[in-house]
């Protein structure tokens, strides 16, 4: 039986080896606002790497929603939602939600993360299915893995290997099936195709679950998302408040009223865990109005990924194809990636590197985002400075 100090030593030994292989995560300490601009230790720097899609982080109009909020509502609920923690702005955030997202109902969760969690286990039983696109965020891997339906998995995009896995789980005798994907793939900025997921999902009697993170509030139509902007329905949606709206935190599954009035009495991470706090509440809900009429800020967000693509592809930078504002610069390797980061920022540009575990090992990249706060000058700016650290780390010839 080995002692706790052996223990320490273990855990050492493998944070050692992290290290090692150059996947050391470090983080930066930003002081002041998440915006197009952050102070980081001291400097002034150009950020591409927030999910601030459409520049609402600092939005004034939502810190007033906040404060507002607060003063009516305080500042927590102590206690989970059935107790004594639902406010009437959590169930209008709820109605407002759904209504933006062509729901019948909501429910709220403390993150994404938790409504992935919990959004399967009380849905799916032993004698069910679920078919999970292989690239999907951690959060729905560990939410399949908490239920206790059989599950299938199939190749990034790969409707072959959906149809096949469809296949599976219908001869294998499943009583319902359930097809879950993000809407927009994070490490990629690839799209789901959700016309074909839905032809298959109808031909198999099958249902779409959607995490649509990374599209809510600017892809389609007032930018309710990727079924909107495919033009298809979908039977769930999850998401998150963390990103487009507002950036703060919060999740929620949206879905029809018998799915949401199920989650409220048997979702693990909704009955075990706190309120979301009032600020939260009343900023989401000035978001969804600003989010809902905020075609410039749309429009000025993939003008600004249409320029940002096309100045890295002329600077001689291998990139991921596609129009969504996540710009992936693909480097292969951890080290360099890191290389990479570490230069831009000595050039004025915060940018972080992704290796394994995040992709996969041989994949590094830096992962850019686009958002509606960047000006031109200060794409013109990040321009010179990649295309100066590409030849400094040799990325570029
Ligand atoms: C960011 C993200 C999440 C997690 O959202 P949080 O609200 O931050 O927990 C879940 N799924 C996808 C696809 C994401 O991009």
Redesign the pocket.
Known sequence: MADRAAFLVHLAETLRGIEAEGLMKRERQISGPQGAHVEMEGRRMLNLCA?NYLGLADDARLIAAAKAAMDADGYGMASVRFICGTETSHRRLEARLAEFLGMEDSILFA????A?GGVFEPLLGPEDAVISDSLN?A??IDGIRLCKARRFRYANADMDDLEAQLRAARDGGARFILIAT?GVF?MDGYLAKLPEIRALADAYGAMVLV?D??ATGFMGPQGRGTPAHFGVSVDLLTG????ALGGA???YVAGPQVVIDLLRQRARPYLFSNALPPAVVGAALAALDIVEGADDLRAQLFDNARYWRAGLEAAGFRLLPGAHPIVPVMVDEAPLAQAMARELAQRGVHVAGFFFPVVPRGKARIRTQMNAALTRDDLDFALEAFAGTGRAVGVLA
């Open positions: 999910n993150a994404c993360f938790d992935n965020h959060s729905i993000d994070s995490d993170c990374h998150t408040l963390g990103k935190l919060g999740g």
